[in-house]
């Protein structure tokens, strides 16, 4: 395959510091307008920095064509087919960038008075009611950054809760096809995880879950599910499971990184579920950056809502015929506290309150057909192949918006990992599924195609897969080599890890 | 496409759906609008906030109205950099992995620390996750810290550590410093980390060398929260001693956007490596030895390690982080100093200004960079009102956190503020106060261009 | 590098300049400014103006206020698009040339002509170019004008006119259509082009099918200026016997920007594509035999054939035309004919509001799509003062243009513009007519607000 | 060379009409609010359209991916080197883009009131001062759209002001060196063109021009000259050729293309030009656009002014102590009338005035001593390699801001042609100089680097052409099948031209 380098493979990359020379910028700054002191007059000299730090010297048109440059070596979501599974890279409007932009958002100070931040708040009011419909719970915070933080921030809560009550539980429970931040998080909130066995459906073990609980009723603080969970498959037992947990005093969880399947179908709080947290980097079209920013906003069910994250945004009905106003409310007694600075990620608040009026009551409602069709109909198309064999749907039904299948057959058939299929999958212009997750799906590909992605995209994708199961039953060394196009190819991980460079060492 | 999947409708699918679970309603939302329509509503929105452009802002307090030059916009919004997910592979996210290898660069550079991660979510939580590696680096659970520290901060640590279990103990400040004497006391054998903040949120350089002496000394770490906007003048906090330095990320290249999203930097020596929350890229190879990046020490993270990983961080605010860097780049290593230096120019002359003004006096006299509290011979929030009604957001109200300080007003410089519109506010500071002083005469006035302030 | 080129400083390789025509002084400029201040300066000017967020504008006359959406600007913004320069080098500037090709197609389906060119720099100047076609395809010098055709681009056709010397003769309106008449009266063999515009002017949909027939009858090129946003629901120029259909692409994707830049649109019959003024692009395949698009027809060109070219224009309105595009696009075949009908209704809607309001009548009775004009039975400036008070620009006053109607006022219709904002302007027409009637009362009131509409 | 295809090259492209799908579409738009009627009931039936134009019907995902994609199959000035001779392809500031987008000047309507357009109007007429200032000359229209509207401006007010004095003139004097659009505006403006020849220095020949004057005086209307011409270089007779002009009685035209040679170091005025146009998108930084907007303001003496575009935009002194303000002036009798609607591309005016007020007069100034090192080092790094013999300077002298090689030896001894150079560059990552122009040096490359650019592109590229050379001397067809490395390689222009293929044909 491709002896010759690709034109962006040849030209070896060099960092902005590579590029920088003595003398060069690109800043102008204003004058200072003030008699010029000596800093050491200021400022006690010994608090004072020998040598201004080394950052690169460069004019603003190389710096333009430097991220320019590095951009293009970026694949994203405007580039093609990213079915990501568990991370929704749904279509990102760009009417969202447009209205977060305006100076009216962009440049409001956090802690300006809220008598004068009186649009912000309303919007974030507004917002707040919508998730709160949407999940089915009457009360919100939008303060958390992000999933997991939304996570932790459920796990703060229930300790808040069951300490009010003048308990303390020490264990939360969660599938054993639970996302890694469900446990990361546990453990930050100093609990201790119990891990749940999954059935032959894909859904929670009953049996499992009961005996987990019966161990120690008392200790049983939380459960945390996916609904539908990471395998995309809505779980039938969920009114039951929630009784249980209840039952033995806990709380109940919902990750809300797979809502996209339900939106306007089914509510975590009419399933049972206590704490919620949302992720508007993936429901709500908050496009996620390479890696954020994106928001984690939690909505509650009255018993929690004593305890959620201060300040919280509040309506208030105006008095002697004036209308409502907003206001941040920080006297908030039973209150967990801050999780963050100030008020939350509002510009993604903003992002993703003008998708919600966008598509509105319907619109949320036809985007998870759309999402749960797409996804059915990629399943259906892969079967309909070679993968019908190599790679095997993990559990065979109807699934929501995403599928996992496994790539063991294929492996050992073919010896082919599923790492190989995901880089040869580059060369087509594709961005892989999630492999490898969840983990106990073998050789797992997790395929989640979104409802902006048009048959076409589906069908090449499907076409691709076929494409390269024939290829490496022809040749697998073809794709264990693979990605050829790309512009660097598989990369030394372990290197990067056992003796670690992090920072580019800067001559003086 | 139905057909293809072997069902009748859509509806079909959703059958999986216990019955009473559907909702069978549709949702109680407007419903959708066109592009057109939204956009009126959000600007409608947008046109209730009194923002920096529609008032001078003086406010700070860990968030500053610096200018965010055009190519931060420009290149932030390219869709390459825009809408691609955490660089899982790197084959095809060289570009987003070198902007996090470039950034980590630059943030080791302005710390004196040799490891930076790519970014967390802001400023403190940050602090709360420095918190969390204390604890798991020294076994210990007790944190030190000084009220120097954004109370934000404070509290969002108190907030975690409710939940992995550790004590905070708060050191009090003396003539705007944090007060030596009662850190060194309050410092033991128990103490996980001592956390500091430089400038503190009065706007006063610690003395952090000094005050770090004593977690030395009792082998806990040493925690410095920064402004990025200072380490261009400031001695770096790794050669204060920090074993991590870490902050709000916003002055370099991010908008206010009433409070985020921004980003968390957080640096720390060689001996916490493996203990960093949040992403990290690597330099490497690939097969043909061409140079490459990739996420590196992914054995810290959630996804592969779960319950035993370092932290929980998975989304963070790369596009935000990257913003940070454009804007680095585009100072350039001189144009950096020089704005440390204009920042200290400038604000020594509001200082003096606003000091002189009749009825305001310093609530500190320690040296600043670009902030400086004041104190008031008049209600705060009143002479607040009567400077918004003049289109000054004329500081921020200490009052807010500190009821030790309820007659104090933090104000803010940056390069934005220009020499008229501090004269400007002396003026409106020094009338307001004596409206107010003025008894009667005041109340009537206030209201009336109060509301206007708030269109 | 001075040594390189063997030069001491760079003021010797200014020594090929005479010295007394060096300037020796430093131009009476300003110094430079910091992007900041220059950000803040243009700013300080931008809010002088009453833009269309400041005041609802009813004003058209060739140029809307259309949402135009936000994916137009993130793609018209992208480095690639906005930075090359014209496509010389295909092999590096398929984008550009592909968007020229996509773009002649959607022109040559609205006008209903088979050869577009890849726009001109905008509508009045088109007009202008079509003139001097129709002189070279005809051999003649005379052009017969309907008064129903722009102003600005009866005005320009003559400014071109006297250079490449021919004749413009007009032809008045009669119940706001071309009179037919007069019109056939005034076509003879000498004419090389008859030229209309549909809407007209006034906003009148004109019969250019019978009023062509004259052009036909003597051999003349038919020349239709038409409105693009209409072309979804009129007959295409092209089926009504045009030879020539151009206008003004603002309404397409580009904003005011206060006149420009936006760009012009040409299609033509296939017997004058060797003709055609402006950059053509063609299709064809590369020595691999893949597809690729070139500039086509160079020939006709300034660079190629210099004084024989068929027009002089070199750099045009790419960028603008790609908006055009990407906002057609954005339409759809559905959307496009659905925001013509829409416009219709609105409009229809409008005219019977005003048109209700006592002092006010239409002007003609003819149908109209987005645009109509009113008779006021007062002053129409002072009118327009009172409105523009209230934060109404109520439209365009035709005296400017047309003194035979000094109390014409022409209302535009957009998308934008809400039932609300309609309802709006008929109470304020209203109540302005009554307070100019009411003589005296109304001078006093007048000015003060006046004032304020201006800030 | 490169025989197999880079991933560009595979991925055939598609139009997006070929992408279409009937249904599909991105807009949703608000409701008539309006009652509905038939259309025939507002519009007689027989001026309606049958069927609505086939335009593309897609959803904005894919019409984002669309452009995205056909945005990286162009070369742009943010990817690399762009030296294209007469072009000035200088950095474009993103500031620029952002003060034009403030809704104070995107969304002003052109027809509004001119006491509440007071900045829009304050902000022209500074612009003019300017640019008056810059070019030496009193007067300035902004409205001419391009250069070439420019220059027919200026013909167009040479015959004003020749038939304001009775005179009727018919020829236009023009170097051979002119660049196209020159002799073709004297064309469009009913003149006829007189080549004058160029002499051994790279000026105007003297005797030739006093031949052609003398030839008939009186039917001298104008000269239209660059100075520097197109090959880059001064013309030190300015002097005495304005004299001979002015002497016979007309005007002499200034073609400001190449004004980023001379800012704040020589003025056309000085020089004795009587009408001069700019080219804000070259000197003045306004982006090219892959061929436009840009702006072509032209400045004139005193004599010339009366007959000036209409409108004008001019500053009035306030009455009564109030300050100036600015209007539209059309009361202008002798005017040669308008050139285009409206007031001109204000757009274009609000980022070359930003470009003035960010560089003011020490920067313009810097900014032509840059432009004209660049240039003149980069001569001599070339001179130093293979360049000196194979593609010899055409007029050995110091250059200005460009400069024009010859590569006829090159043709003669290696058998490769500049178009060969060219397209063997574009595998370099360099957009070619121009060539084959000026016309009369023979297989011309015109070299202009700009201010913006560092001396480690210009040794770049000039490494890169030494290698060419090399290459060429080993193996000239590598070069003559160049390109190999670009989303297309040479493409059939002669096809294109013969069977105009100018439309994508629609399917009903
Ligand atoms: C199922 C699931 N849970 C939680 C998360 C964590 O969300 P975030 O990345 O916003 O922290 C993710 C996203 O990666 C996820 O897919
Ligand atoms: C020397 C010269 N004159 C005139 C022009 C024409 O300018 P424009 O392209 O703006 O019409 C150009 C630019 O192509 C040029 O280089």
């Not at chain 1, 496009?287 to 509650?300: E, Q």
């Not at chain 1, 004593?306 to 206001?327: A, C, K, M």
């Not at chain 2, 000054?392 to 940056?414: F, K, M, S």
Request: proline residues 7%; hydrophobic residues 40%; negative net charge.
């Amino acid at each position: 395959m491709a002896a010759v380098e690709t034109p962006m493979q040849r030209e070896r990359t060099r960092t902005i510091y590579e590029k920088s020379k003595p003398g060069r910028r690109a800043a102008v700054l204003p004058d200072a307008e003030a008699p010029a002191r000596p800093l050491e007059e200021l400022i006690p000299a010994d608090l004072l920095r020998a040598e201004p730090p080394r950052l690169p010297e460069v004019a603003e048109p190389e710096i333009v064509r430097h991220y320019n440059k590095l951009s293009r070596r970026n694949f994203d979501l405007d580039s093609g087919f990213y079915p990501l599974g568990s991370c929704t890279m749904k279509h990102n409007p760009r009417l969202n960038e447009r209205v977060a932009a305006l100076p009216g958002h962009a440049r409001l100070h956090p802690a300006q008075d809220p008598k004068r931040a009186q649009g912000a708040l309303e919007l974030m009011w507004l917002l707040q009611e919508s998730l709160g419909e949407i999940c089915g719970l009457p009360h919100v915070s939008l303060q958390p950054s992000a999933g997991s933080h939304g996570e932790l921030a459920g796990l703060l809560l229930t300790r808040a809760f069951h300490a009010d009550r003048g308990e303390e539980r020490s264990k939360v429970l969660a599938p054993d096809t639970s996302h890694g931040t469900n446990p990361a998080s546990v453990t930050m909130a100093g609990y201790e995880v119990v891990k749940v066995a999954t059935n032959v459906r894909g859904g929670v073990e009953m049996d499992d879950l009961r005996a987990k609980i019966d161990e120690d009723p008392d200790q049983v603080a939380c459960l945390m599910l996916t609904n539908p969970n990471t395998l995309g498959l809505f779980d039938e037992n969920i009114a039951e499971i929630a009784a249980l947990i209840h039952a033995a005093g806990g709380t109940l969880y919902y990750d809300g990184a797979n809502l996209n399947a339900v939106m306007g179908h089914s509510r975590p709080g009419d399933m049972g579920f206590d704490i919620v947290h949302l992720n508007l980097h993936k429901s709500f079209s908050q496009p996620h950056g390479g890696g954020g920013p994106g928001a984690g906003p939690i909505a509650v069910s009255e018993r929690i809502e004593p305890f959620l994250p201060r300040p919280q945004v509040v309506r208030r009905e105006g008095d002697n015929g004036d209308g409502p106003s907003f206001d941040l409310d920080l006297d908030r007694p039973k209150s967990i506290g801050r999780l963050r600075g100030f008020q939350g990620n509002f510009g993604v608040f903003v992002r993703s309150y003008a998708y919600i009026l966008s598509l509105g009551a319907d619109g949320l409602a036809e985007a998870s057909e759309t999402a749960v069709l797409n996804a059915n109909y990629l399943k259906a198309r892969l079967a309909e192949g070679r993968a019908a064999d190599r790679l095997p749907i993990a559990f065979d039904r109807h699934c929501m918006h995403e599928f996992v299948l496994s790539g063991r057959p294929m492996k050992k058939e073919l010896g082919l990992a599923t790492l190989d299929l995901a880089k040869r999958l580059l060369d087509f212009g594709f961005h892989p599924p999630t492999v490898y997750f969840p983990l106990l799906v073998e050789e797992a590909l997790m395929v989640e195609p979104t409802e902006t992605e048009t048959k076409e995209s589906l069908d090449a994708f499907a076409d691709a897969v076929e494409a390269i199961l024939v290829e490496a039953e022809e040749d697998p060394e073809v794709a264990k080599q693979a990605p050829y196009s790309t512009p660097v190819r598989r990369l030394d991980e372990v290197k990067a890890t056992r003796r670690p460079v992090v920072r580019q060492a800067l001559a003086h | 496409m139905l057909a293809t999947i072997g069902v009748g409708s859509v509806d079909e699918l959703f059958e999986q759906i216990p019955a009473p679970l559907r909702l069978g309603r549709p949702l109680e939302l407007p419903e959708g609008m066109s592009e057109a329509e939204v956009f009126e509503r959000l600007a409608a929105l947008a046109a209730r906030n009194a923002d920096a452009e529609e008032q001078v802002c003086f406010v700070g307090a860990g968030m500053y109205d610096h200018y965010v030059p055009a190519i931060v916009d420009a290149i932030t919004q390219r869709s390459e950099f825009l809408t691609p997910y955490t660089p899982y592979q790197p084959e095809i996210s060289q570009g987003g992995l070198q902007v996090m290898f470039e950034f980590q660069t630059a943030m080791s550079e302005l710390t004196g620390l040799p490891v930076s991660n790519a970014g967390l979510y802001e400023g403190p939580s940050s602090v709360a996750s420095a918190g969390y590696l204390a604890m798991a680096a020294t076994k210990r659970r007790r944190f030190v810290v000084s009220r120097g520290l954004h109370p934000h901060s404070r509290e969002t640590l108190k907030t975690y550590a409710v939940g992995y279990g550790a004590e905070v103990v708060e050191v009090g400040l003396r003539d705007g410093e944090t007060d030596a004497e009662a850190l060194a006391a309050a410092v033991d054998g128990e103490t996980a980390a001592v956390f500091l903040q430089n400038p503190n949120f009065l706007g006063a350089v610690e003395r952090v060398e000094a005050l770090g002496s004593a977690a030395k000394q009792h082998g806990a770490l040493l925690v410095v929260a920064a402004d990025p906007m200072t380490l261009g003048i400031l001695k770096p906090p790794g050669e204060c001693g920090a074993d991590i330095a870490l902050g709000e990320g916003q002055p370099l290249g991010n908008r206010l956007d009433f409070g985020g999203p921004s980003f968390g930097f957080f640096c720390a020596t060689e001996e916490q490596i493996r203990r960093m929350p949040g992403r990290i890229a690597g330099e490497t190879d690939d097969v043909d030895g061409r140079r490459g990046f990739v996420l590196a020490l992914q054995t810290r993270e959630q996804h592969i390690r779960r319950e035993k990983a370092t932290h929980n961080i998975c989304t963070a605010q790369a596009l935000n982080a990257l913003a940070g860097m454009v804007h680095l780049a585009w100072l350039g290593r001189e144009g950096f100093r020089e704005l440390g230096e204009l920042l200290v120019q400038r604000t020594a002359y509001a200082r003096e200004r606003l000091a002189a003004v009749e009825g305001v006096e310093l609530l500190h006299e320690a040296p600043v960079v670009r902030e400086f509290a004041l104190r008031l011979e008049a209600p705060v929030d009143r002479v607040l009102e009567r400077c918004a009604a003049r289109g000054i957001a004329a500081g921020y109200p200490l009052g807010r956190d500190y009821p030790e300080h309820e007659d104090g007003l933090l104000v803010a410089i940056t390069e934005r503020r220009t020499k008229a519109q501090i004269d400007e506010l002396a003026e409106a500071l020094g009338s307001a106060i004596q409206a107010e002083r003025g008894a009667l005469v005041a109340n009537s006035a206030t209201n009336a261009p109060a509301e206007q302030g708030a269109g």
